[in-house]
Structures are given as C-alpha cells and as structure tokens.
C-alpha cells in the first residue's frame, strides 16, 4: 500500500522572553516526537502536550519555566488548505526522561493563551443582563476571545440576571454562568473552545442534537472487514481506498453503556424535591421523572423508536407500593433552602423565580446530562477530516455504523450503530499519522430507512 503522509509539521516555534533581553525563537518541528491537542465540550479552552527529543541541551540552554510561547503550524499535505495555527502557552515540563548520554525526551504541556490569562488573574464585578451577553463580555474584556453564537441560538429560559463574582478567574464566571442556564425544556448549555477556529462557541444541547451528521454518505464504519481493507497490501486501486483511509473506525470501547440502576442512584430517572424559599418562607416540593423529560426533549426520536433511553418498563411493589415504575422512584431526595428577589429588579444568578418552575428546571437541565452521557464510547479514526472540514470537532455530530459480529453477515447493526455527539478529543500527531480518539456520546439509534 503506498504510504500516505496525514500531516506535517510546518513549524513549532517556542518563543522565550527573559527580563533584560530581547524575544528569541527556537524551532522545535524536527525534534517534535509526538504532539497531542486535546478539546473538549466542557472547556472553554484547548490544551495540548510536546514530546520531544532533546540531543542538544535545549533545556539547560533555554532554561524553560513556564513563560514561554509555543506557536504550531500543521498542514495536510497536497490539500490545498492553508496551515492550521494554534497558539499555546508552555505551563511547565511534565515528564524528562534520560534515553542516551546526550539524549533527553523531554514533555511539555500547554494551554492556550486566553486560559494562562484567565488563570492568573481574578475578577470582582457586578454582570447584568442576558446570560450570553455576560459570558461574551466576560471574554472580550478580560481574555480578548469572542463569542460566536449560531443565528438559531436558543435563549435561555432564566432570562436577564444579575451576578456578582467573587473574586474568581474570569473563565470560571463563565463556566457558572454557563452551568446555570437552561432552556425552556430543560437542555444545558455548552461553551467551549475547538481546534477549527479561535472562537468560543456557546450552543443549547437540544439544537446541537438536531444539527445532521457532517459525515453522511461517509459513515464510519467498525468491523473486521473494515480493517481488511485497510490492512490489505493491494488496495492502493480500491474504490473505497480514500474512504478506508479516512472513514474507518481503527479502534473502539464502550465507556458506560445502558445502567437504568446508575442512573436511578444518581436521580436523574426518579428525584423528590423540598425547597424553602427563604425571602417568601414559601416551600416547594415536586417529584422529577428523568424519562418524562427526555421524552419532552426528544420527542420526535421516541417516536421513530431512535432514541437512546433507559428502559422505563422496569417495576417493582412492595407491601406499601403498587406497581411502580422505576421513574417513580424518589431515588434521590433533595431538600434545600433557597434565596429569590436578592435584588429589587433584576433575579440573582442563583435567585429562583419565586416558584417552582425554574428549580424544576435545573433538575431536569441535570437529569438529560445524566442521560445522555449514560451511552459513552471511546472511538480512534483517521484524524485528517477534522483538519480540512470546518464542520467536523468537538461538539458535532457523526455517523457510526457497526458490522454485525455473525460469520458471513456485513450488515448494519442497528442497535450499536446510530448518531453519536462528539464530547473530547486528543488529536495525536506521530510518526506522519493523525489520529482522533474522541469520546463520544450515543444520541440515536440507526432505524431502517
């Protein structure tokens, strides 16, 4: 099979500044062992890893402590497609390891500038206003980053607030910001930063469900014959030789797969609540079904027979119980004092709206998070698309279909294979291979067409 070059390397450039003397550059590209870049749905931030070989006392030269840039240019070669730039600060050395006389390996870590920024610095400040205005302002003003929201963006459902932050880091008001929000059906919200572009992305997990596959008519596929066709050593004339390279599935585990018992421990299937608001001396109290509300959620996928759901068939009695379904269960009980009307005209960020409805809210914004991240898998592919497709990453979605396992049968198991959101991702550069191995999280099933 002919070799196929995934990437290169076109420069990693480390730059030092030292009191007293003028900015120095090292190129660092053709000492570069390995090179890792980690996203993920949760962060608003890349990190990123260097192993590299250092056969000519660099560090002792450079002395690295923690100040130093690092600027990564990669390009697929023959794409036509200009380099991809990242920009990282050096957070310190994790790992040197002695493997010759005058050989050392050395690993770096990294994150991104905005983050080393947002790190050592602490904000005291009154925000106010729309959710999304805060977290963009926020960016803008303390770590020079923007906020790209879709023009179908859905507004939260806790509309303009007030908050005052404690002396915390300007991406942690974001991230409290963000974990406070929650649409009118009980979908969190995700900010997070992505390997494409530069900007900070704010999404609604009910819209980020719904966006199509970027990979249809390109599903990755699992299975022996897959590999097969990779593997073969005379496939350089196959049809299927670009799609084998880029669209196979060279590696996968499930996570967490399918425990209605967990999910009930945790209660995102049965919840009580007991709150007191304390402004009012009014109590509250409801009983949370976590399968009511995905379906609320999800409602058109419950219908298909698509969705990714725990059995709610599941029943039990006892001498003071009926026939109870799982979902009925208060397996976990709450009981909290809370706070409202903080302010005379605008709700606290953690103010409830006088009545249940919002505190509802909350739980069920909790409970879908459970849900959906109950169908976890770790998957490894060819890393090339999510280098030239603006539209592949961290917080999209992809195809997976799975051979069935029987001798002789190629087709689709549909009960594996289905519509998966991507949530983490280590893109690892080595040995002219990129690799993407992402945890991603099973939102639908394949149903025949």
Known sequence: ??????????????????????????ELKNSVAELNIFESIELPYLTANILFVDDMGFRSAVKINGTERVTIEVVVPDSGQPPLMKKFMVTGVNKEVKVGDRTDAMLLTMIEEHAYLSAINRIS?????????????????????????DPDFVDPANGPLRFLSPWITPLEVVETIRDRMVSEQGAPYFCYATLRDDKIKLTEMKS?????????????????????????????????????????????????????????????????????????????????????????LMSEELDDG???????????????????????????????????????????????SGDADMYLLKIKSASIRMLI???????????????????????????????????????????????????????????????????????????NS
């Not at 996968?252 to 209605?260: E, F, G, M």
């Not at 007991?274 to 009012?280: A, H, K, R």
């Open 1 to 26: 099979m002919a070799s196929f070059k995934a990437y290169e390397l076109k420069s990693v450039l480390l730059t030092t500044q030292r009191l007293g003397f003028d900015e120095t550059s090292y």
């Open 125 to 149: 400040e009154a925000h106010e206003g729309p959710l999304r205005d805060i977290i963009n302002n926020v960016l803008v003003t303390h770590v020079n980053k923007e906020l790209e929201i």
């Open 208 to 296: 980020q469900i719904e966006i199509p596959s970027w990979n249809i008519g390109n599903e990755y596929v699992y299975g022996q014959n897959a590999h097969n066709v990779v593997l073969h050593p005379d496939n350089d004339n196959s049809e299927n030789l670009v799609r084998s390279l880029f669209y196979i599935v060279e590696h996968y585990k499930a996570q967490s797969n399918d425990s209605t018992l967990q999910m009930a421990q945790s209660g995102a299937l049965g919840l009580k609540a007991e709150f007191i608001d304390m402004f009012t001396g009014e109590p509250h109290n409801f009983q949370h079904n976590g399968f009511d509300t995905l379906e609320e």
């Open 306 to 352: 698509s969705i990714v759901a725990p059995d709610n068939s599941l029943t039990f009695s006892n001498r003071v119980l009926p026939e109870t379904k799982v979902s009925d269960f208060p397996s976990v009980v709450i009981s909290q004092l809370v706070t409202s009307q903080t302010f005379e005209q605008l709700n606290g960020l953690h103010d409830e």
């Open 373 to 447: 991240m109950n169908s976890t898998y770790q998957v490894s592919v060819p890393g090339t698309p999510y280098l030239l497709n603006p539209d592949a990453g961290v917080g999209t979605n992809i195809d997976i279909n799975f051979v069935k396992p029987q001798y002789g049968d190629s087709g689709v198991d549909l009960e594996k294979s289905g519509k998966f959101m991507i949530y983490n991702v280590r893109h690892m550069f080595r040995d002219e291979r990129h690799t993407a191995h992402m945890d991603v999280v099973k939102l639908t099933k394949k149903v």
